[in-house]
């Protein structure tokens, strides 16, 4: 069975930071996209970063968090990580990660529905 199980969630003053983790079990990351997506209450689920698994690992972000946000991936242990820099109020969301097998394609999209793989989610909460 695949799980995918983010941790490193809590709550930071604006500017603080996180790092957020995807540790991946049931299936090995080797050739596939990793994604993080948050949601905010009563917003639609966005995405705020990507990575493929192409020689390059090149990498996709929103303009909102551009500069601040940065993924990272480890396959050899299976995870992904989100390190989140100079946090804003408006970054409070669930954050999500999600998966899925593009070996071939070397940009990855930020489209929720290109990713079949996802985990619950853990809270960030920006408040001073």
């Known amino acids: 069975q695949s799980h995918l199980v983010e941790s490193g969630g809590g709550t930071v003053q604006p500017g603080g930071s996180l790092r957020l983790a995807c540790a991946v079990s049931?299936?090995?990351?080797?050739?596939?996209?990793i994604g993080w997506f948050r949601q905010a209450p009563g917003k639609e689920r966005e995405g705020v970063s990507c990575?493929?698994?192409?020689?390059?690992?090149?990498?996709n972000y929103p303009d909102s968090v551009k500069g601040r946000f940065t993924i990272s991936r480890d396959n050899a242990k299976n995870t992904a990580f989100l390190q989140m820099n100079s946090l804003k109020p408006e970054d409070t969301a669930v954050y999500y990660c999600?998966?899925?097998?593009?070996?071939?394609?070397?940009?990855?999209?930020?489209?929720?529905?290109?990713?079949?793989?996802w985990g619950q989610g853990t809270q960030v909460t920006v408040s001073s």
């Open positions: 999600a998966a899925d097998w593009r070996p071939h394609l070397e940009l990855c999209t930020l489209d929720t529905g290109w990713y079949g793989f």
């Open positions: 049931g299936f090995s990351l080797d050739g596939y996209w």
């Open positions: 990575i493929s698994d192409s020689s390059s690992s090149s990498t």
